[in-house]
């Protein structure tokens, strides 16, 4: 969970000022750069009782690595070059 702040200069910008695990609550924010977590997204299909629904939350690193753990099959993971063109490349790390 984000918490916003709106500054008055020449442009009104909205600017992240903090950033929450939205399930321990912590702050993950390091500065206005990075965050200390990650943040999800979860779009469900058409026919789920969530149609057509889209939810976005932070997680810290202790409270992802809880919920990765916690389910049945390990999710596909990539690392992400951010700076070369977001190239991805697939892996079997284990957690």
Partial sequence: MKKH????????RNEVVDCLCNKCGKSI?????????????IRFN??????DEKHEFDLCDECFDEFVK?????PEM????????????KIGKEL
């Fill in 5 to 12: 702040i709106s500054k008055i200069e020449k442009v009104t």
């Fill in 46 to 51: 058409y026919g789920s009782v969530h149609d």
């Fill in 70 to 74: 916690s389910l049945k099959h390990k």
């Fill in 78 to 89: 990539q690392y992400v070059d951010f700076f070369h063109c977001m190239h991805c490349t």
């Fill in 29 to 41: 924010f390091l500065n206005d750069s990075f965050i200390r977590g990650g943040e999800c997204v």
